[in-house]
């Protein structure tokens, strides 16, 4: 009496292919995801304070370019303002504008509304609706074919210490992952 079923080549084969899939979910799934990756996502905040005053030297050290500086009249309380790019170590360039006030408490009180009203799904996108019109034209892009329709750049912010970072994204969410490893060159974090 045999064990086995009539076709032993296709009993083999079957189980082979079985153990495969299933060493290799096993390997994706712990590969998949580590402690550090999801430590340093739960440790990002949108809005965080710093131990010191930042400039646009800093965000420079951290890789940044800046490709246009704006006029900051309008610009409540902003020290400078600046656009650039950021190359991301997986997607490649991304473009950030970088907004610096004299303190974490002015960027939050001052910066906070003038975010809001450059980023995100309600992003005013032309210089009559917007807040603080200089530099709209590089808050928006254009999507779909002919003349496209106008969406937001930026699809959030940031706020680290006295910096206000309008950060790339078709969404808040995309926004946020995107650039949460540019703050954490610009806080000199290893991860």
């Given at each position: 009496m045999r064990w086995f079923p009539v076709n032993k080549r296709y009993f083999v084969r079957t189980v082979s292919l079985a153990a495969l899939s299933i060493i290799t979910s096993l390997l994706v799934i712990g590969c998949g995801s580590s402690a550090s990756d999801s430590a340093a996502e739960d440790s990002f905040e949108r809005i965080s304070d710093f131990d010191r005053i930042l400039s646009i030297a800093d965000v420079e050290n951290a890789?940044?370019?800046?490709?246009?500086?704006?006029?900051?009249?309008?610009l409540d309380s902003a020290e400078d303002a600046q656009v650039g790019f950021w190359k991301h170590p997986v997607i490649g360039p991304l473009d950030y504008e970088i907004r610096v006030y004299p303190s974490h408490q002015v960027a939050l009180d001052d910066g906070t509304p003038f975010a809001e009203d450059a980023s995100g799904e309600d992003a005013a996108l032309n210089s009559t609706t917007s807040m603080w019109d200089d530099g709209v034209r590089d808050r928006r892009l254009m999507v779909g074919q002919g003349g496209g329709t106008q969406t937001a750049k930026f699809g959030d912010f940031v706020i680290l210490g006295n910096l206000v970072i309008l950060c790339q994204g078709r969404n808040s969410e995309q926004a946020l992952e995107q650039c949460a490893p540019f703050i954490a060159q610009i806080r000199g974090d290893d991860s």
């Open positions: 890789g940044w370019k800046e490709t246009k500086t704006y006029d900051v009249e309008g």
